[in-house]
């Protein structure tokens, strides 16, 4: 499964950005769909993640500014920024968690190639 990430850029402090990410390739179906970033220097980080059925769970510093949301019939999750943050500076990639095929025996973690987001003050 592969996916493609885009919607990053820079923006200033106070402002918002919509990041997309798209999945694609043969059967599957995708359990979770999340974002996480990296900044410089720093590890990999969960941003949010939403589970098929619709359930969210935000990191604390995303709790309030940012909103995961995803189209199922489109294998596509979205991730709303607002009131960004000079700190909300990262690569922000996405992740989907599924199975493969039709009978969903294989499992399968893939991650996007990132896309950048930077905040000025």
């Known amino acids: 499964v592969q996916l493609q990430a885009s919607g990053g850029g820079l923006v200033q402090a106070g402002g918002s950005l919509k990041l997309s990410c798209a999945a694609s390739?043969?059967?599957?179906?995708?359990?979770?769909m999340g974002w996480y970033r990296q900044a410089p220097g720093n590890q990999r980080e969960l941003v949010a993640i939403i589970s098929s059925s619709g359930t969210i769970n935000y990191a604390d510093s995303a709790k309030g500014r940012f909103t995961i949301s995803r189209d199922n019939a489109k294998n596509m999750v979205y991730l709303q920024m607002t009131s960004l943050k000079p700190e909300d500076t990262a690569v922000y990639y996405c992740?989907?968690?599924?199975?493969?095929?039709?009978?969903?025996?294989?499992?399968?973690?893939?991650w996007g190639q990132g896309t950048l987001v930077t905040v000025s003050s």
């Open positions: 390739g043969s059967t599957f179906s995708i359990d979770d």
């Open positions: 992740n989907a968690k599924g199975r493969l095929g039709p009978w969903r025996i294989v499992s399968f973690d893939s």
